[in-house]
């Protein structure tokens, strides 16, 4: 059963930096791509960024983060991180992580954690 627990989230002002965890269980985590994804209110769910499998580290970002944000894997401890650095307002949203379907383009589960709640605030 495949089971993604995000963690790290927080409230921080403009600018600040937080980094996001996704412990990931009941598949084999090494031999998937993964991604962060972001759902702010009122908005559509949204690919932060995704990693390939394996330990070569390629990833890809949207527009909107590229250059503050870092996507890495520590495949010995089956998680997922997401490094933010100068976070903006519009940054705020609930985090989520998933497995990543490059095929498909898309989210490789049904199945979603309970995310992690950045709010980006003076």
């Known amino acids: 059963q495949v089971q993604l627990v995000e963690s790290g989230g927080d409230l921080v002002q403009p600018g600040g930096s937080l980094r996001l965890s996704c412990a990931a269980s009941g598949f084999t985590f090494s031999s998937y791509a993964m991604s962060w994804y972001r759902h702010a209110p009122g908005k559509e769910r949204e690919l932060v960024a995704a990693?390939?499998?394996?330990?070569?580290?390629?990833?890809n970002y949207a527009d909107s983060v590229k250059g503050r944000f870092t996507i890495s894997r520590d495949n010995a401890k089956n998680t997922l991180y997401l490094q933010m650095n100068g976070l903006k307002p519009e940054d705020t949203a609930v985090y989520y992580c998933?497995?990543?379907?490059?095929?498909?383009?898309?989210?490789?589960?049904?199945?979603w954690g309970r995310g992690t709640q950045v709010t980006v605030s003076s």
């Open positions: 990693i390939i499998s394996g330990s070569g580290g390629n990833a």
């Open positions: 998933n497995a990543y379907d490059f095929y498909n383009d898309g989210p490789a589960f049904r199945s």
